[in-house]
């Protein structure tokens, strides 16, 4: 009996030994994660962004100039992106240009020292729908690093470090979105006589602005005071790439040319739940100084 008390006490003590390394291990493994980020990054920098993110610089764009690429901020924060490309911004004339340098669906504005960056719902790479996962914002011989965990769509006050101008070169590493959000098109219009007409309509609607899918290629009805009145369709809305440049045209006529007159017009394009709001803070808007029968609008995507 003394002899398995020992045996049951030893084995007991050998478990309480492994259970003690391992712990001990697991705690080593979590203190050398942390001191790899930590050994990466040098110091938080400014200027926050309008989302709160404070942007890092990380020790790796030292021997290289002050250039951070998107792998080495996957290798820092753990992540896996997408890597874009780096846009010089040297390469370029003018600012616009700048901005222009990258995908469509990606809209970037240079103001001043500040960058702010857009994406109307998901952005297309090669085939995978993607959000901003960091901005890499490059100025003098240093980087800063805005790192977004969750994802962004839209972000504004990037900088380079310090509340440097960037006089290099601007990075954007890309996350994958789990599910493309869906959009609408919405639109309303007044005539020269103060007519009007809309998407949609008719009383599921409240007889006011409906919306429809928004899909490239579609094409949809536009009503007499939001089909109020007999169901009388004034023209049609269509979304189609017109000049073949890979953005999107959303163009609206009339049927016989006439009875209506485009003067004011407003349309929407986004998420669902965006169109409810007031038709004059529609983000797309073209205000005529000659009524015409049929308006195009340009979208940046």
């Known amino acids: 009996m003394v002899g398995k008390m020992k045996k049951i006490t030893y084995l007991f003590s050998v478990l309480l030994v492994l259970s003690f390394l391992y712990s001990c291990d697991k705690q080593m493994a979590d203190e050398i994660n942390v001191g790899l980020k930590e050994a990466y990054v040098e110091a938080d920098t400014t200027p926050i962004s309008t989302n709160g993110i404070v942007p890092v610089v990380l020790h790796v764009d030292k021997p290289r100039g002050g250039n951070v690429t998107c792998a080495d901020v996957e290798e820092v924060f753990k992540v896996s992106y997408f890597c874009g490309d780096k846009i010089n911004y040297d390469d370029y004339a003018t600012e616009e240009d700048f901005e222009n340098a990258f995908p469509a669906w990606l809209q970037v504005k240079v103001e001043g020292i500040y960058i702010s960056f857009n994406i109307d719902g998901c952005g297309d790479l090669d085939g995978v729908h993607v959000k901003v996962g960091a901005v890499i914002v490059k100025g003098s011989n240093s980087?800063?690093?805005?790192?977004?965990?969750?994802?962004?769509?839209?972000?504004?006050?990037?900088?380079?470090?310090?509340?440097?101008?960037?006089?290099?070169?601007?990075?954007?590493?890309?996350?994958?979105?789990?599910?493309?959000?869906?959009?609408?098109?919405?639109?309303?219009?007044?005539?020269?006589?103060?007519?009007?007409?809309?998407?949609?309509?008719?009383?599921?609607?409240?007889?006011?602005?409906?919306?429809?899918?928004?899909?490239?290629?579609?094409?949809?009805?536009?009503?007499?005071?939001?089909?109020?009145?007999?169901?009388?369709?004034?023209?049609?809305?269509?979304?189609?790439?017109?000049?073949?440049?890979?953005?999107?045209?959303?163009?609206?006529?009339?049927?016989?040319?006439?009875?209506?007159?485009?003067?004011?017009?407003?349309?929407?394009?986004?998420?669902?739940?965006?169109?409810?709001?007031?038709?004059?803070?529609?983000?797309?808007?073209?205000?005529?100084?000659?009524?015409?029968?049929?308006?195009?609008?340009?979208?940046?995507?």
């Not at 269509?238 to 009875?259: P, Q, R």
């Not at 169109?275 to 073209?286: E, G, I, K, L, V």
Request: proline content about 6%; glycine content about 10%; hydrophobic content about 35%.
């Open 143 to 301: 980087s800063g690093v805005y790192y977004y965990p969750n994802g962004s769509i839209g972000d504004s006050h990037l900088a380079a470090p310090g509340d440097k101008y960037m006089v290099s070169n601007l990075t954007f590493c890309f996350v994958a979105c789990e599910q493309p959000p869906q959009k609408v098109i919405a639109f309303k219009a007044y005539s020269s006589s103060y007519q009007w007409t809309c998407s949609g309509g008719g009383p599921e609607n409240d007889y006011f602005i409906g919306p429809y899918d928004f899909v490239s290629g579609a094409s949809y009805k536009t009503w007499w005071y939001g089909k109020e009145y007999g169901d009388i369709s004034v023209g049609n809305l269509s979304i189609l790439d017109l000049d073949s440049d890979g953005k999107l045209e959303v163009v609206v006529d009339n049927y016989d040319k006439t009875a209506f007159k485009f003067l004011e017009c407003y349309l929407y394009v986004g998420a669902p739940e965006g169109f409810t709001t007031t038709y004059m803070s529609y983000p797309y808007q073209r205000i005529l100084t000659t009524a015409q029968d049929t308006v195009v609008f340009q979208l940046p995507f």
